[in-house]
């Protein structure tokens, strides 16, 4: 069984910084990609950065420039917020991208349970 656990969610004044992380636990052969994704309220999920195994990322254009993501050898990918904007607000979301066994069977799409973050003054 996987999990995956994210962490450092808030409230932050507009121009702040958030840094949030995303622990991949359990039964796990290899992760191909880890992501951050988020869903403001009345609007569909969508990409905010990824990074594969090899270390190459990719970023939705709202927020390059802003946002870096980066991930560790311990299966954990961080997402630091730079200078924040209420339309960052959202609940964010963590994926691996991964195989649980050796087999051939093809990787398969993991969810963490969300982190609210909210950008306010």
């Known amino acids: 069984q996987v999990q995956l656990v994210e962490f450092g969610g808030g409230l932050v004044q507009p121009g702040g910084s958030l840094r949030l992380s995303c622990a991949a636990s359990g039964t796990i052969f290899s992760i191909f990609i880890m992501g951050w994704y988020r869903q403001a309220p009345g609007k569909q999920r969508e990409l905010v950065a990824h990074?594969?195994?090899?270390?190459?990322t990719t970023y939705a254009d709202s927020v390059r420039g802003r946002f870096t993501i980066s991930r560790d050898a311990r299966n954990t990918v961080y997402l630091q917020m730079n200078n924040l904007k209420p339309e960052d607000t959202a609940v964010y979301y963590c994926k691996g991208y991964l195989k649980v066994t050796a087999s051939p069977a093809p990787p398969a799409d993991y969810w963490g349970q969300g982190t609210q973050v909210t950008v306010s003054s």
């Open positions: 990074i594969t195994s090899g270390g190459s």
